[in-house]
């Protein structure tokens, strides 16, 4: 069974920090690039930080030098974690994690909430 689970998220002010989790359960996420994606009021959703199964990071400008994505691999599940620093009100947005290139049923994401 494929599923997503995120948490972590909430309310904090601006210069502050939150650390996201996501547990992937299921095979199809074992050996894949996963990665935190985001969705602003009114805007389509952006993949912010991505991690290869070695542990290969990449990082969007807008977060990058702020963010740290990781991961742990067990067997058919998938730990996915982020840090986020220095947080800014364009942070704001619900999170989610999945599958980069091919991501499959999206689940209720985390909302972040940035106030100035």
């Known amino acids: 069974q494929v599923q997503l689970v995120e948490s972590g998220g909430g309310l904090v002010q601006a210069g502050g920090s939150l650390r996201l989790s996501c547990t992937a359960s299921?095979?199809?996420?074992?050996?894949?690039?996963m990665g935190w994606y985001r969705q602003a009021p009114g805007k389509q959703r952006e993949l912010v930080a991505r991690i290869s199964r070695g542990g290969t990071t990449t990082y969007a400008d807008s977060v990058q030098g702020r963010v740290t994505i990781s991961r742990e691999d067990a067997k058919n599940t998938v730990y996915l974690g982020m840090q986020m620093d220095s947080l800014k009100p364009e942070d704001t947005a619900v999170y989610y994690c999945?599958?980069?290139?091919?991501?499959?049923?999206w689940g209720q994401g985390t909302q972040v909430t940035v106030s100035s």
């Open positions: 299921g095979s199809i996420f074992s050996f894949r690039i």
């Open positions: 999945n599958l980069v290139g091919e991501p499959v049923r």
